[in-house]
């Protein structure tokens, strides 16, 4: 229809398009034949087709599906991701006993490293899971698995010996990872809310081995902590596993110290042994695990604040974490021995209602008194009472002072009862027998001696005048509990105008009694009190505003004390022997620490009156 002059137009248009094209094509490589064709790459599957291709593989045709599978493994990332996307869409078709092994390679793409692909995986992951809840499990698997930080591609290749019992190097995830990778177990726990069990498994099996690297734990941990702040149900029983797994650390720490401490290269041995690790690469694995804890209980105290705290956090889910807390302690904490670190969780947690602080002194009172538990479990909890109540600062001191005149109470009722069994016969003095109630009767002295200043107040007569006598009979009996309890605290008791110890001390310095108890044990109390200052560098920069360090009044009408400075010295080292590792100044601390036990003649200028500071 057009006139002469539009269709030239036209037609000249029309001729520059087709020179184009005719050079694009002189230019582009030839296909000579249909075989040379199929070498090309396959256009990518579209929505409709894939579905197709499942509902094929269904039926039991499997040749388009297989086909599909190796499109996929050989696909460039973006080519990955399109394909992804794309069965998103269908993922309604995808089912457990036909597909499993497209899922799996899904989930074996290298989609950490792309961010597109990432994208489209955890969609795919997100929707698959939605349609058919069997592939729970392995999705859940690998979104748990990319809270590790890979392992440097250097340190995976290396097979020296040297580089074997080296520490991993982890590799810095990518920014966009974790909250994509959040948002997507948020969809799936969304879509299959029954899903928290298997994802506190997949936690708990992926959990770092303690060898692998401060970055590892740290980055393990923080994406652990923010699953748990929306997976609220975890909680139960996330903090037991999360609080044993940071006891062995603690452990493997307390023996890395008591080994460089008490190793003695002139010692003579059955074997003969190659030692090929060095004391200083000893001290330096220690350093990294103190690094490790510490980071780790910052991490946790930081999440507990959260949770706990006024401005925002739940009072409903602060109890959760509480009671979580509190099971993992009578489960865990209380049976390890000499965990130094670990127990400092309770500490700041309690420090954020006072009825969390309430409940705990409750459970260590039910605990000690209750002749069901083992009899080191009782002797724990008089030593987690006692140094709770003279280290916590937020503890009210009516509160404390009730605490103590319980612990008292049971002691004193203790004694009375093995008075009248023992009807005027000399008592056993063995700890094996009456470890609880020496235990007591020196939790009862040191928290004494930490309240030495509010004692002295008119506000506190009442509550020393009633604790005189009863606490004056128990050290006055049979049992003679003064010569059990550390020098250090009697030392600091006697200086307190109390009760009348000195007749009692002069007595015990010609009072023998057995080295070994009726079990074949040392006849000797333990030396432990669980909230002694805490040296991890970082975490005890949380603690501390909450907490109370000893402090001597100097007096000038106290009274001197009976107990002789060479067992005071002993008594001294044993308890600065007993705190806390810093990774800070190690191996000074060390050398001193060596030193002190292989000759211990002067007061260490780090303690004050007879206490840890």
């Known amino acids: 229809a057009s006139e002469p002059a539009a269709a030239a137009q036209t037609l000249l248009a029309l001729a520059q398009v087709a020179s184009v094209l005719h050079a694009a094509w002189r230019s582009a490589p030839r296909c000579a034949s249909p075989t040379s064709l199929s070498m090309t790459a396959p256009a990518l599957p579209t929505a409709p087709r894939l579905a197709a291709i499942l509902s094929a593989k269904v039926q039991g045709d499997g040749t388009e599906y297989a086909a599909l599978l190796r499109q996929l493994s050989a696909s460039e990332p973006a080519a990955a991701a399109q394909t992804l996307l794309a069965l998103a869409q269908v993922a309604s078709c995808v089912k457990l006993r036909s597909h499993a092994n497209l899922v799996e390679l899904a989930l074996r793409q290298r989609w950490r490293e792309d961010q597109a692909l990432g994208d489209a995986t955890l969609s795919f992951v997100q929707e698959v899971v939605s349609a058919s809840p069997g592939f729970l499990r392995p999705c859940l698997d690998a979104l748990v698995c990319a809270f590790l930080p890979e392992e440097t591609r250097e340190r995976k290749s290396s097979r020296s010996p040297a580089a074997s019992s080296s520490p991993s190097v982890s590799a810095t995830p990518a920014a966009w990872l974790a909250p994509r990778l959040h948002t997507a177990l948020r969809g799936i726990l969304k879509a299959c809310p029954l899903g928290t069990s298997q994802l506190f498994q997949c936690l708990k099996e992926h959990f770092p081995h303690r060898r692998r690297d401060l970055n590892c734990h740290r980055e393990y941990l923080t994406q652990t902590l923010e699953a748990a702040s929306y997976a609220t149900e975890l909680l139960p029983r996330l903090m037991p596993m999360l609080v044993e797994r940071l006891v062995e650390l603690d452990v493997e720490l307390t023996l ?358």
């Open 256 to 613: 890395q110290q008591r080994e460089l401490e008490e190793g003695d290269p002139d010692d003579d041995e059955i074997f003969e042994v190659d030692y090929t690790v060095t004391d200083t690469e000893e001290a330096e694995a220690m350093r990294r695990n103190a690094n490790k804890l510490d980071a780790m209980l910052v991490l946790m105290f930081d999440f507990i604040e959260r949770a706990c705290s006024p401005d925002g956090g739940n009072a409903e889910r602060a109890q959760q974490l509480f009671d979580s807390l509190l099971a993992a302690f009578e489960n865990s904490l209380l049976h390890t021995y000499k965990c130094k670190c670990t127990q400092f969780l309770l500490f700041y947690c309690c420090s954020f209602k006072p009825a969390f602080a309430t409940t705990f002194v409750h459970v260590l009172l039910t605990q000690l008194r209750s002749e069901q538990l083992h009899t080191e479990a009782r002797i724990a909890s008089a030593g987690y009472l006692a140094s709770f109540v003279a280290r916590a600062r937020y503890l009210p001191l009516e509160s404390a002072l009730d605490a103590v005149g319980q612990l008292l109470a049971w002691a004193s009722n203790y004694h009375l009862v093995q008075s009248a069994r023992q009807a005027g016969q000399p008592a056993a003095l063995d700890v094996q027998l009456h470890g609880v109630f020496y235990s007591a009767v020196q939790g009862v002295l040191y928290a004494l001696c930490f309240k030495q200043v509010q004692l002295s107040t008119a506000e506190c007569a009442p509550f020393c005048a009633a604790l005189k006598p009863k606490l004056q009979a128990v050290l006055d009996g049979g049992l003679n509990p003064l010569k059990f309890c550390q020098d250090t605290v009697v030392a600091e008791f006697e200086k307190l105008p109390l009760c009348e110890c000195a007749h009692i001390i002069a007595a015990n310095e010609r009072t023998a009694v057995g080295s070994h108890n009726v079990g074949g044990g040392v006849n000797r109390l333990d030396d432990f009190f669980p909230f002694d200052p805490l040296l991890l560098r970082y975490a005890q920069e949380r603690v501390h505003p909450l907490y109370k360090t000893w402090e001597a009044l100097p007096d000038p009408n106290e009274r001197a004390s009976n107990v002789s400075s060479e067992a005071v010295s002993e008594s001294l080292g044993n308890s600065f022997q007993a705190m806390s590792v810093t990774p800070d100044d190690l191996d000074t601390l060390m050398r001193q620490r060596l030193k002190e036990q292989a000759h211990i003649v002067h007061v260490p200028t780090t303690m004050t009156g007879g206490f840890p500071r």
